[in-house]
């Protein structure tokens, strides 16, 4: 389980779907029997206390009319994308339930920064500039080989590394089927490996929840 503060007040806390039913205990033993209102993003408890908690279906899960139905959508199985990009790295995969079957990931060298002034900084920062662009476009062909294949077969793409960079792979017009599989959720993660990639799939199917305290 993780947690960190959120924006506007409260808390993110992540866990996994499998746990959703404990972590549900736990805050009625805190804070007392909830209310549960279906929301467009999951559930969403209302303890008498005041505290609340919005439960964040995973990506390609279906929000649930209930805990139950909740808790059975979070923890099926799915086949879910994954598009990791930073920089000149870039991992993508396919995860049938918390297993990888299809992965690859490709470094490509681009320049790191450089204090250099005048001239030399600008032919220095166009290179590096070239060098980034040829890599995000083998980023693109890269997902087109393996990803685009499965499309039709995916609940979810969840991606994660540099929006920026993400954001420029997909852009790619051969990718529009997979960009319109995208999940809001972008993952937090380094310089993508074959074992970020791995580790990528339990954060892919955490259920995330909002919580807030009486008060806050």
Known sequence: MSSRP???GGRWVEIGPERTVRWVAGFTDRHGPPSTTPQPYGLLLAAPDGATAELHAP???PAGGDLA???AAATAPRRIGLLLA???AVAVGVAAGEELTVSKV???YVQGRTAAGGWSQQRFARRRDNQA???LGDAADLAVRLLLPAAATLAALVCGGDRRAVD???ADRRLAPLAALRAERLLDVPEPRHAVLVDAIAAARAVRILVR???V
Do not use: I, S, Y
Request: charged share 25%; hydrophobic share 40%.
């Open 213 to 215: 305290e009486p008060g």
């Open 6 to 8: 959120a924006a506007g």
């Open 69 to 71: 139905a909740f808790v």
């Open 168 to 170: 420029t792979v997909l």
């Open 59 to 61: 990506p390609g899960a």
């Open 133 to 135: 662009k040829a890599a």
């Open 106 to 108: 490709d470094t490509r």
């Open 86 to 88: 930073r920089k000149g």
